[in-house]
């Protein structure tokens, strides 16, 4: 299976052309690599990572071993 993003759906107020302003990143290369570029990353993209993060593990927030 390739190391990818999960879902595809785009973050609210976001384009489909979004791109980081720090490194240049866009959304299609996000899909493609499923790698941040940077740090802007993260909330540029902060709907896909959010998204990804809920179909994995079906939460967002960490709390720790059970």
Known sequence: MAN???GGEAGEGQGPEAVCPQCGLT???LYQDG????AGCYEVFEGEVLH???RIHGAV?????A
């Open 4 to 6: 990818t993003v999960e």
């Open 27 to 29: 959304r299609a290369n």
């Open 61 to 65: 927030d960490h709390i720790g071993k």
């Open 35 to 38: 790698h941040m570029g940077c």
């Open 52 to 54: 990804a993060l809920w």
